[in-house]
Protein backbone atom coordinates (compact mmCIF):
# COMPACT_ATOMS: atom_id res chain seq x y z
CA UNK A 1 0.00 0.00 0.00
CA UNK A 2 1.20 3.43 -0.59
CA UNK A 3 1.07 6.12 1.84
CA UNK A 4 0.55 9.85 1.43
CA UNK A 5 2.94 12.24 2.88
CA UNK A 6 2.08 15.54 3.11
CA UNK A 7 5.08 17.61 3.14
CA UNK A 8 5.00 21.43 4.59
CA UNK A 9 7.45 22.63 1.35
CA UNK A 10 9.11 21.16 -1.80
CA UNK A 11 12.09 22.46 -3.67
CA UNK A 12 10.77 25.26 -5.86
CA UNK A 13 11.75 23.95 -9.54
CA UNK A 14 8.94 23.56 -12.48
CA UNK A 15 9.02 20.98 -14.80
CA UNK A 16 10.87 23.16 -16.98
CA UNK A 17 13.94 23.17 -14.45
CA UNK A 18 13.69 19.89 -13.96
CA UNK A 19 14.15 19.39 -17.87
CA UNK A 20 16.40 22.10 -18.52
CA UNK A 21 18.98 21.60 -15.34
CA UNK A 22 18.96 17.95 -15.83
CA UNK A 23 17.36 17.53 -11.84
CA UNK A 24 15.72 14.63 -13.78
CA UNK A 25 16.00 12.42 -16.75
CA UNK A 26 12.52 12.46 -17.28
CA UNK A 27 9.11 13.56 -16.12
CA UNK A 28 5.71 11.95 -16.45
CA UNK A 29 2.18 13.31 -15.24
CA UNK A 30 -0.95 11.44 -14.94
CA UNK A 31 -4.27 12.71 -15.30
CA UNK A 32 -5.43 11.76 -12.04
CA UNK A 33 -3.92 11.27 -8.25
CA UNK A 34 -5.54 7.42 -8.29
CA UNK A 35 -3.90 6.52 -11.62
CA UNK A 36 -0.26 7.94 -9.79
CA UNK A 37 -0.93 5.62 -6.81
CA UNK A 38 -1.46 2.63 -9.39
CA UNK A 39 1.51 3.72 -11.29
CA UNK A 40 3.66 3.32 -7.38
CA UNK A 41 2.24 0.48 -6.34
CA UNK A 42 3.20 -1.48 -9.40
CA UNK A 43 6.81 0.35 -8.63
CA UNK A 44 6.73 -0.89 -5.63
CA UNK A 45 7.00 2.61 -4.06
CA UNK A 46 6.11 3.13 -0.84
CA UNK A 47 5.05 7.04 -0.52
CA UNK A 48 3.81 9.56 -2.70
CA UNK A 49 4.70 12.74 -1.09
CA UNK A 50 1.71 15.56 -1.20
CA UNK A 51 1.92 19.52 -1.19
CA UNK A 52 -0.91 21.22 -1.37
CA UNK A 53 -2.51 20.00 -4.88
CA UNK A 54 1.00 18.52 -6.14
CA UNK A 55 1.45 14.67 -5.46
CA UNK A 56 5.00 13.50 -6.55
CA UNK A 57 7.36 10.31 -6.28
CA UNK A 58 10.87 9.93 -8.39
CA UNK A 59 12.56 6.51 -9.09
CA UNK A 60 16.26 7.04 -10.33
CA UNK A 61 15.82 10.12 -12.24
CA UNK A 62 12.40 10.00 -13.21
CA UNK A 63 9.73 12.23 -11.66
CA UNK A 64 6.23 11.16 -11.83
CA UNK A 65 3.29 13.68 -10.68
CA UNK A 66 0.00 14.71 -10.60
CA UNK A 67 -2.25 17.55 -9.63
CA UNK A 68 -5.58 17.03 -7.40
CA UNK A 69 -8.12 18.71 -9.65
Do not use: C, P
Not at 24 to 38: D, G, K, P, S
Not at 54 to 59: G, K, L, N, S
Amino acid sequence: MVEIVEAIDMVGHSKGDFKRKTLANMWIEYETVAELQRAAEAMGVDIIVKRKADYVFAIAGTIYYAKEK
